[in-house]
């Protein structure tokens, strides 16, 4: 395996880059890619939000969110309480950010009314491995879904998610929910 050293004096930081050779081999990944992100990394990056991140979901988990017949996303882990919205990257084959959900706090097996909602019968008998479901109160549609390849052209991603991560301001303040198709909401 080649390994590439590359060093790049941007603006006030300096940057070590150690990256196979092999990752230029993929033709999504371009050596001007390389640059684009290691130059931006930090910069970009830096001023992080405390109410949004990026979270991974499966193709027919979105589309049964999108159309309301899954009011809860489950997940095993108890998000921090100060998150109030997830802009979900619809994995393979989708591989975009396509929609944003106002969630609730993290609620435990027993507290999710059984309406209906795929899974919440389950998740209240304890019978998912999930121990958290977060109501979805809004839903948003991104009028363009960003690429992963532009998520991580523009500095938003370095990759899929893989458990969440934050969002950065300079992706809010590019894709403000005002607008955003606004699907439904449930609260006033």
Known sequence: ME????FFPASNLSYLAIESK?????????LDLFVHIYYHHGKIN???SNT?????????????????????????????????????????PVQCIEYVAHISQGKRPGDVPEDGGIGNIEFNESLKLSGYGYEILSLWKINEPI??????EEGFLKGPPQKYC????????KYPLD????????VG
């Open 52 to 92: 949004d991140i990026f979270m991974s979901i499966k193709p027919e988990h979105m589309r049964n969110i999108a159309s309301r017949s899954k009011n809860h996303e489950y997940r095993s882990y108890l998000l921090p309480s100060n998150i109030q919205r997830i802009w979900f990257y619809t994995s393979s």
């Open 166 to 173: 934050w969002v950065c301001l300079e992706f809010l303040e």
């Open 46 to 48: 830096n001023k992080k």
């Open 3 to 6: 390994l590439l050293f590359l």
């Open 179 to 186: 607008q955003l198709n606004q699907l439904f909401s449930t």
């Open 22 to 30: 092999r990752s230029f081999d993929n033709p999504h990944y371009s």
């Open 147 to 152: 690429s992963l390849k532009k998520a991580i």
